[in-house]
C-alpha cells in the first residue's frame, strides 16, 4: 500500500486500525516532498526530524491502546501565513525571515491536538496578496501539471503540493479566491469556509474581514474530514462563529435530489475560455443527472467585485501591515549597511512640510527627518516585496481624508449590495455553480507585468468573500493540453455540508480529482 495513493478518509482509517503506521505514512510523503519540491517550490520550510518524531509518539500511544485523535498520523502542510510556535512563519516576505511565532495558530493548535502530523510549511504569494505565487519573496511555485505554469495563488504551495502528492492534505487562506483559485488551476479541492467558520488567530492578517482558513484535498470528503477538526469557535477569535460543528462527513450521503444549483450569467463573461465553458457546462449536466435542478439567477452587481475588492482589502492591508515598521514586528534595517543618517545631521521635516524626495533622485540618507524615520523607511522598503508596497500605497491612498468617501466608504456600500445580491440569490437556489477561473493555469511571468491583468484573475472569486459566504472549488475536466479546470460552488452562510455533499457526489459520479500529473508520478 503506497501512502501517496491513498485518500486522507483512507490514511486516518488505515492508521486507526493499524494496518499502516503513522512514521511510514510521514516518511512516505517527506520521502516525494525530497524527491520532487525541488522542481516545484511548494515548501518553505520542512521539519522532517520533528514531523517523524510527533509521528512516532502517535504510533507508541496507538501500540500502547491509548486514545489516538481523529486525524491521528496524517501529514499535513501548513501555508506560512498560519503561526506555528516550533517552525518559521515568514508569509513568503523577506520582512518576517526568521521570525519563530511564540504560539500556534488556532488551527494548528486544532490539527496536532487531532493528532496530525505537521509536516512543513507552504509557499505563497507575500503576505497572501497575489494570484499567481510569483509574488513569493522565496521564487515561484512551479504547477505540477506544467511546471512552466503558476500553480495560482495565494495559497499555491498548499495547492501544488497536493497536486503532487507531497502531502494528502494542506491548508490554505482565502481573502479573495486564495483557496478556490489556485485548488483549480491544481486540479485538486479547496473550501473556502463561511467567514467566521474557522478560527483566524495566529493567521497572519491581510484583510481581517475577509480572510478565512480553510482546507485542500484531493476530494471534498477528504475536506470534510479535516473541516471537522479545523472549524469551531475560539473565544481568542471574535470574529469566530459559535455555531455547532457539524459531522461534516456523516453528512455526505444524502443524495442530491431536489437542489437547486443556479448558474448566473454574469459568469460567462467575455474573456471565458471556450475549453473552461465546456468543462464549466459539463459539470452542470453532471449534476442535472445527479437530480438537481439548474436555475438561472442573476448577481447584477458581480462586475463591480474586482474594483470593491481591490479597494476593501488594500485598504485593510496598509492598516494591518502598519505593524512592520522594524520596531514592533519585523525585520529592522541594519545600521551601518547602505546609506546611513547621521543623527543630529539630517534633515528636519517642518510641521506640516515632511520631507521631500526630488523626482529622479530618491530621498538621500541625510534627507531623512529623523534615524527613527529612516529606520521605518527603509526597513519597510527593504522588507516588503512591490505588490505589498502597491497594496499599501492603494489601501493608505483610498482612505486619507478627502478620498475616504470617494473610494473606501463608497466600496463598502457596493460590497454590501453585493452582499444583497447573494441574499437574494439564495432565497431561490441552494448554492450556485459557476467556472473557478475564466482561464486554465497561466505561465510564469505571463502577467507579472500587468497588475490589472492579475487582478482579474479573481473575478469569480472575491464576490464570496465581499458577501462573507462559503465556496468550493474542484476540477471538473481537462483541457486538450492536459491542464485542469476547476468548477466553483458557492453557498450561504454555514452551508458547508451542502456544499461538501455536492461537491462529494459530484467526485462520486466522476473521475477527475483521481488524476495525477506524470511529471509526479
Ligand atoms: N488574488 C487575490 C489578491 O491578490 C486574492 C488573494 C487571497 O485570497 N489571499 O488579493
Not at 498548499?158 to 491548508?171: E, G, L, N, Q, R
Not at 497572519?204 to 475577509?210: E, G, Y
Not at 459557476?434 to 492579475?454: C, I, Y
Request: charged share 20%; proline share 7%; net charge neutral.
Amino acid at each position: 500500500m503506497q501512502p501517496a495513493e491513498l485518500s486522507a478518509t483512507e490514511i486516518v482509517a488505515a492508521v486507526r486500525q493499524g494496518d499502516l503506521t503513522a512514521v511510514r505514512c510521514t516518511e512516505a510523503f517527506l520521502d516525494r516532498i525530497a524527491r520532487l519540491d525541488g522542481s516545484i517550490n511548494a515548501f518553505l520550510h520542512v521539519d522532517r526530524e520533528a514531523a517523524l518524531a510527533t509521528a512516532a509518539r502517535i504510533d507508541e500511544r496507538r501500540r500502547a491502546g491509548k486514545p489516538i485523535g481523529p486525524l491521528a498520523g496524517l501529514p499535513v502542510a501548513v501555508k506560512d501565513a498560519l503561526c506555528t510556535a516550533d517552525q518559521p512563519t515568514t508569509c513568503a516576505s523577506k520582512m518576517l525571515a526568521g521570525f519563530r511565532p511564540p504560539y500556534d495558530a488556532d488551527t494548528v493548535a486544532r490539527l496536532r491536538a487531532a493528532d496530525a502530523v505537521i509536516v512543513g510549511k507552504t509557499n505563497m504569494d507575500e503576505f497572501a496578496m497575489g494570484g499567481s505565487n510569483e509574488n513569493s519573496a522565496f521564487g515561484p511555485v512551479h504547477n505540477p501539471w506544467d511546471l512552466a505554469r503558476a500553480p495560482g495563488g495565494s495559497s499555491g504551495g498548499s495547492a501544488a503540493c497536493v497536486a503532487a502528492d507531497m502531502a494528502p492534505v494542506a491548508i490554505g487562506s482565502d481573502t479573495g479566491g486564495s483557496i478556490r483559485q489556485p485548488a483549480g488551476l491544481c486540479g485538486i479541492t479547496g473550501l473556502k469556509p463561511t467567514y467566521g467558520r474557522v478560527s483566524r488567530r495566529g493567521l497572519v492578517a491581510f484583510a481581517s474581514s475577509l480572510d478565512q482558513i480553510g482546507p485542500m484535498a484531493r476530494s471534498a470528503a477528504d475536506c470534510a474530514l479535516v473541516l471537522e477538526t479545523i472549524a469551531g469557535h475560539d473565544p481568542g477569535d471574535s470574529t469566530s462563529l459559535a455555531a455547532d460543528v457539524p459531522h461534516y462527513t456523516e453528512l455526505l450521503d444524502q443524495p442530491l435530489a431536489g437542489l437547486r444549483i443556479g448558474r448566473v450569467p454574469e459568469h460567462y463573461a467575455a474573456g471565458l475560455d471556450p475549453e473552461v465553458r465546456a468543462g464549466v457546462d459539463e459539470a452542470f449536466a453532471v449534476f442535472r443527472t445527479a437530480g438537481a435542478t439548474i436555475v438561472d439567477v442573476e448577481l447584477p452587481h458581480a462586475k463591480y467585485g474586482v474594483p470593491t475588492y481591490y479597494l476593501v482589502a488594500p485598504c485593510e492591508a496598509s492598516s494591518n501591515l502598519a505593524r512592520y515598521d522594524g520596531a514592533h514586528y519585523g525585520v529592522r534595517a541594519e545600521p551601518g549597511k547602505g546609506v546611513r543618517a547621521e543623527p543630529g545631521k539630517g534633515v528636519r521635516a517642518e510641521p506640516g512640510k515632511g520631507v521631500r524626495a526630488e523626482p529622479g533622485k530618491g530621498v538621500r540618507a541625510d534627507e531623512f527627518a529623523s534615524p527613527l524615520v529612516e529606520m521605518y523607511c527603509r526597513s519597510r522598503g527593504e522588507g516588503f516585496g512591490p505588490e505589498v508596497k502597491r497594496r499599501i500605497m492603494l489601501g493608505t491612498y483610498a482612505l486619507s481624508a478627502g478620498y475616504y468617501d470617494a473610494y473606501y466608504a463608497k466600496a463598502l456600500k457596493v460590497r454590501r449590495l453585493i452582499r444583497q445580491d447573494y441574499l437574494e440569490a439564495f432565497e431561490r437556489v441552494d448554492l450556485i455553480g459557476g467556472p473557478v477561473s475564466a482561464t486554465p493555469a497561466f505561465r510564469l511571468g505571463e502577467k507579472t507585468g500587468d497588475p490589472l491583468a492579475m487582478y482579474l484573475v479573481d473575478l469569480y472569486t472575491v464576490a464570496t468573500n465581499l458577501a462573507g459566504v462559503g465556496g468550493i472549488s474542484f476540477p471538473c475536466g481537462f483541457t486538450k493540453g492536459g491542464l485542469p479546470i476547476g468548477f466553483q460552488l458557492q453557498g450561504p452562510a454555514l452551508a458547508e455540508p451542502t456544499l461538501l455533499r455536492a461537491a462529494d457526489r459530484f467526485q462520486r459520479l466522476t473521475d477527475w480529482h483521481t488524476r495525477r500529473p506524470k511529471a509526479c508520478a
